[in-house]
């Protein structure tokens, strides 16, 4: 278990009952029942951080327009620097990408899982089914997504450079 700080749990339980509609969305419609287990809100370290998967080493943030703003940047800039001495792997998704790109955003997180799991010599696990909007039980179709960018910034160089083909 990663240490924290105790006064960030009764925040961490007021933003898991408050949770923003991005946060919303992509814990109930995928990371809820996603194996490995993420946890959302979890408290590591100093911070607060949207989604963590322990297993694979995995911090995903979710920011909106406000993480565009120099401060926000120095300040998430110094956030991930402190997190990735902690050995996490921080992946920043822009509130854009979940609205436009679903599921192209949860195949990419899915990726990443497997990879942080492989590069730990963990039994890969492969993509849980997932309840999708459509009422399925099948796993997320990236396949007729546009092709684009994924719209983010991320601290963690390298994480998105080659996700054009989407």
Request: one cysteine or more.
């Amino acid at each position: 278990m990663k240490p924290y700080r105790k006064e960030n749990i009764p925040r961490a339980k007021e933003l898991r009952k408050n949770m923003t509609p991005w946060e919303r969305k992509l814990w109930y419609l995928f990371l809820r029942n996603y194996t490995p287990r993420f946890q959302r809100q979890k408290a590591i370290g100093n911070y607060i951080v949207d989604f963590y998967c322990s297993k694979a080493r995995l911090v995903l943030e979710l920011d909106g327009g406000g993480h565009y703003e120099k401060l926000q940047q120095e300040y998430d800039e110094r956030r991930t620097t402190e997190l990735e001495k902690e050995g996490l792997r921080l992946i920043r998704i822009c509130n854009l990408d979940i609205d436009g790109s679903f599921d192209a955003v949860c195949e990419m997180i899915d990726r990443e899982v497997q990879s942080n799991l492989s590069l730990r010599h963990h039994a890969v696990t492969p993509l849980v089914a997932t309840r999708s909007r459509r009422g399925s039980d099948s796993p997320p179709d990236c396949h007729s997504l546009p092709r684009r960018r994924f719209a983010t910034f991320a601290f963690n160089k390298g994480c998105f450079q080659n996700f054009s083909k989407f």
